[in-house]
Every structure is written in C-alpha cells, then in structure tokens.
C-alpha cells in the first residue's frame, strides 16, 4: 500500500513540472507550472481561456481577432455548426429528408462567423494616412454609408446608413475615401446596439486622423421591432455623435446636419 506521501509525489509528477529560471546574480529559481491540456476541448473554450487569461472583455461588440491564431476560423465555422444542428433539431425541424435545411447548420455558421459578424474575429483593416500637405481645415462629409450590423438582443439585423462629417486641423492625418466605409462596415459587423456603435466609430476616427471635430449620424431600421415584437415596419432609430468642433460650435453642427438633408 502507497503512503500517503508516495501517492502525493506521484501526483505531483503528472500535474506539474519544474522550470529552472537564472536570475541576474547567478542563484537558480524554480517556478511550478501546471499543464494545461486543451487538447479535446472546444476551440472556442481554448479561446475564451486565452482571453480570460489577459482579462481582457469579450463583449458581443468587442473584436477578439488578437486572441484568435490562423487556421482557427475554419475551426471555429465547424464547431458552430454542430450547435446550430442541434438549435434546428430542437425547433423540431427535419434536416434529413428536407432538402432545403440539410446543410443549413453550416450555411448559418459561415455567416455569422465569415460575414454578418465578421467584425469580431478579424483585424482592423490597413488605414493608409496622408500628411495634409493642402492645409486642409474645410468640413468634409462622406456618406450615405450603407451599414448591415445585427441587435445583440435577438441577433436581427440592423439595416441603415450613416453619414461621417471630419474638420480636419492643419497637422490631422487624411484617409483615403473608401476606408471610411471599410472602417465603418468593420465596427457594425458585430452584434450590437446602435448607440454604441456609433460611439465606438467616432472614437476609432478620432484615434486615427486626429481631427479638430468629428459628427457622426446613423439612420437605421431594427428587425427586431419590424420582424418581431411590435411588428412596427416603419419605424427608425437616428441617433448622434459630435466630438470637438461640431459639439462646440453650433454654426457647424447646423452647416453638417442642413447638408445631410440634401442627400
């Protein structure tokens, strides 16, 4: 019969192995590191352990490209799939001998994870930045800018548009015309809500181009009072971001709301 002692050794020999750290003065330190075997588990728990790990959020709305190594996608696209076979098996849904849903676990996974949700689990895209060589202090606006996101109450889609308006200073940095859609398609591909993602918007331009004042303006429907609920199809949110000028200096807030009316 083990002692007590015996059976506690053997059990730290499987758990545990020691790592021989050199500190400055030449003394040797042992640190105890524990295995983790993340063999077998679901990729997406592998990620979910690097994020708390950093603990760092991982909101609906939040990008967790960082934490995601390549290759991974494609995983996470089969894991999801196997749920979403079993959210349709338990709405009762044959996906056997219908021909219409036998591969719609998948189609729903590649969505949500390659497109609808994109947002989440891919880097920023590249912003090339030009010096203002003109001097440029005008206000600028750019849009319509078509924005697909999805309400993370209910996963419905949220379809509008959102107006930018940018008074750059003299030393703010320019961006090419089309990375403000490409920037703003980024941040809405998430689920979330509108507030928010204007918000997060207008301090991504801000981050970026350094401007005297950023004004931000999304106009949008929400599936999730046109589809469901009140079923209310006509129905919109407007809401409103200003940053710097445009919230201090009324004459250019009125110029940049009285040209969104044209449009």
């Not at 219908?98 to 949700?117: I, L």
């Not at 920037?183 to 981050?207: F, G, H, N, S, Y």
Request: aromatic fraction near 4%; charged fraction near 30%.
């Amino acid at each position: 019969m083990a002692t007590k002692k015996t059976v506690a050794k053997s059990v730290s020999k499987r758990t545990s192995k020691v790592v021989i750290k050199k500190t400055p003065a030449g003394k040797s330190a042992a640190k105890k590191v524990i295995k983790k075997e993340d063999s077998g588990l679901p990729l997406s728990v592998v990620i979910r352990r690097r994020i708390e790990a950093q603990k760092a959020r991982f909101h609906a709305n939040d990008n967790i490209s960082a934490f995601i190594k390549p290759g991974e996608l494609e995983g996470l696209v089969d894991e999801v799939a196997e749920k979403m076979q079993a959210v349709l098996e338990s709405l009762v849904i044959d996906t056997d001998s219908d021909h219409n849903t036998q591969n719609t676990s998948r189609r729903v996974a590649k969505m949500y994870v390659q497109e609808v949700f994109n947002g989440r689990y891919t880097v920023q895209p590249t912003l090339t930045k030009f010096p203002n060589v003109s001097r440029l202090n005008e206000l600028m606006i750019i849009g319509p800018i078509t924005v697909r996101s999805a309400c993370s109450h209910h996963l419905c889609p949220i379809m509008g548009r959102i107006w930018i308006g940018v008074l750059p200073s003299k030393e703010s940095a320019l961006i090419g015309l089309s990375k403000y859609s490409r920037l703003t398609e980024w941040v809405m591909c998430r689920p979330q809500i509108q507030e928010e993602a204007v918000v997060e918007l207008a301090d991504m331009l801000e981050k970026k181009i350094k401007p005297i004042g950023v004004a931000i303006v999304m106009d949008a429907d929400h599936f999730c009072m046109q589809w469901r609920g009140v079923k209310d199809r006509d129905s919109k949110m407007v809401n409103s971001v200003m940053r710097g000028a445009f919230l201090k200096d009324s004459n250019l807030r009125r110029e940049f709301l009285s040209l969104l009316e044209r449009r």
